[in-house]
T-cell receptor, first 115, second 113 residues
């Protein structure tokens, strides 16, 4: 079973609308959770990560994510979408492999922003 | 600070050819990894290393070799290229730890014909 599941391969919103990208993680893995963003023809960069200090995590570019243990979710939100937010978004978890923790990525959600 | 540098950015190979994708990082990170990205599949781990001289297989290691002779470099070798290896390849590095972020290179777009 996949350690992280992203619901929806594509999400389409209008500029100014709420952005909600869903991520659920397997309860068998520790919640070392991340969101990364990939702009066209670029590598991935960190948006935010869960550190257990707070359930609501704020990231760059106005994005935030809420850790909900009861729902095993770490959904990414932004109150108002901007055209520049159009990108691929990946939820990831650090999963134990042997003696190390290795990032495992979801399949990604492509965010489309309409004018 | 260059971060993670991958070369080349683009490459076309014929079936059966071999080549090496280069990856270098200047952040003194212990961990380095290679991923391939295919449409609808996300990023899949090919090989990873937790330090110089130590490598291990990821989810999709067949057809690829790696070595880690220095902390800075982690080359990925395609032994005999196949069309199924057409993909975008990303190298990443991170500090040791459970929730340290990964830093990615710009990617290498490989086409095998």
């Amino acid at each position: 079973a996949q350690s992280v599941t992203q619901l929806g391969s594509h999400v389409s919103v209008s500029e100014g609308a709420l952005v909600l990208l869903r991520c659920n993680y397997s309860s068998s893995v520790p919640p070392y959770l991340f969101w990364y963003v990939q702009y066209p023809n670029q590598g991935l960069q960190l948006l935010l990560k869960y550190t257990s200090a707070a359930t609501l995590v704020k990231g760059i570019n106005g994005f935030e994510a809420e850790f909900k243990k009861s729902e095993t979710s770490f959904h990414l939100t932004k109150p108002s979408a901007h055209m520049s937010d159009a990108a691929e978004y990946f939820c990831a978890v650090s999963e134990r492999s042997g003696g190390s923790y290795i990032p495992t990525f979801g399949r990604g959600t492509s965010l489309i922003v309409h004018p | 600070n260059a971060g993670v540098t991958q070369t080349p950015k683009f490459q076309v190979l014929k079936t059966g050819q071999s080549m090496t994708l280069q990856c270098a990082q200047d952040m003194n990170h212990e961990y380095m990894s290679w991923y391939r990205q295919d449409p609808g599949m996300g990023l899949r781990l090919i090989h990873y290393s937790v330090g110089a001289g130590i490598t291990d297989q990821g989810e999709v290691p067949n057809g690829y070799n790696v070595s880690r002779s220095t902390t800075e470099d982690f080359p990925l070798r395609l032994l005999s290229a196949a069309p199924s290896q057409t993909s975008v390849y990303f190298c990443a590095s991170r500090r040791q730890g459970t929730n340290t972020e990964a830093f990615f290179g710009q990617g290498t777009r490989l086409t095998v014909v």
